[in-house]
């Protein structure tokens, strides 16, 4: 038994659901911020809160809202956690330049807010920021790391940049043990479909089903650095078990192209993407950042993390993942 006590916000979300499996493996006490619009038993962790032998006796859930803070407050100082990962937020680049009040406040303010009511705890908590890729916007070099200039071109990579900054002022002047992946995409099954790689798997899987014709998208040519979500979250759990609290650039360090994922999602179900995908340039973004790729060396040297599914194998995994619940 661990015996140790974890705080997340975002629970419901991709990293915060497979965060909490790993950390109920682990034997932690599972604590997660719900907001009044979410419904745990509709999400991704809905098979947690659907076991008896889990809810309220090693997952424990609390309603609760970032722009409420004496309530946030009080939750916090009765649990004393061990750990506190913070997921929560507006996680959509695209979606910030449309909401870009919004994804300040909910990405910045919020980290700034959990950093306040964690410094006046007497028990020390260690604080896990996830930040992201974003934050560099188009970068100069071919590979970016821990020493890489911020250089956001979003509100959303703005946002992330004030977060992760207001982290390391935080470990530096209240010697908080606080941190921040910089996290380069990483996907799963459960991914929503505003996620391009979750588009492309999903349509490959109907059009396999007879269930729609073509797939509209807009930069083929676009590369990300695409990993596997399970991955980085073993990845986060490992900085708050690192004796020196750091940030850390969490990637794969290998490029693929849009073009190269929808290769892959229809290939395995034997189609000619040619056939179905359709450029649409009213999807294009306003600020696309350019082939970000992530150098994961300091990660590998000093927590012994790496991504290990390849961005193929995700693909399928996705498309498989996506045929099956067609039936």
């Not at 946002?159 to 996290?183: D, E, M, N, V």
């Amino acid at each position: 038994m661990s015996g140790k006590t974890a705080f997340i916000t975002g629970i419901t979300g991709q990293d915060g659901s497979y965060l909490t499996e790993l950390l109920l493996e682990k034997d932690y006490a599972v604590h997660g911020l719900v907001t009044p619009l979410e419904s745990p038993a509709n999400s991704n962790i809905r098979h947690l809160v659907a076991n008896p032998a889990i809810l309220g006796k090693r997952l424990f859930l609390h309603a609760g809202a970032f722009e409420e803070v004496t309530p946030l407050r009080s939750i916090i100082n009765r649990i004393k956690p061990d750990e506190f990962y913070h997921f929560a937020g507006q996680s959509s680049p695209r979606l910030s330049f449309d909401l870009p009040e919004v994804t300040v406040d909910s990405v910045g303010k919020s980290t700034l807010r959990l950093l306040e009511i964690l410094r006046d705890l007497e028990h020390p908590t260690r604080f896990f920021n996830a930040s992201s890729s974003e934050v560099f916007g188009t970068p100069a070099g071919p590979s970016q790391d821990e020493q890489t200039p911020v250089n956001p071109t979003t509100p959303y990579g703005a946002a992330k940049a004030f977060s992760q900054q207001i982290t390391r002022i935080y470990r530096a002047a209240h010697k908080l043990p606080a941190c921040s992946a910089i996290l380069y995409n990483h996907e799963s099954p459960r991914r929503t479909e505003s996620f391009v790689t979750m588009k492309i798997a999903r349509a490959a899987a109907r059009i396999k089903k007879g269930l729609q014709t073509e797939l509209r998208l807009g930069d083929l040519d676009s590369k990300r650095d695409w990993g596997w979500a399970p991955d980085y979250v073993r990845g986060m759990w490992l900085m708050l078990q690192a004796p020196q609290a750091d940030d850390f650039v969490l990637a794969t360090g290998h490029l693929h192209s849009v073009e190269d994922l929808i290769a892959a999602a229809f290939g395995c179900v034997d189609l000619n993407w040619k056939n179905h995908v359709r450029h649409d340039p009213a999807l294009l973004t306003a600020a696309e950042p350019i082939a970000p790729c992530g150098n994961p060396a300091k990660a590998a040297r000093l927590l012994g993390w790496k991504n290990t599914v390849s961005a193929p194998e995700m693909m399928e995994r996705l498309v498989r993942s996506e045929y099956d619940k067609l039936g």
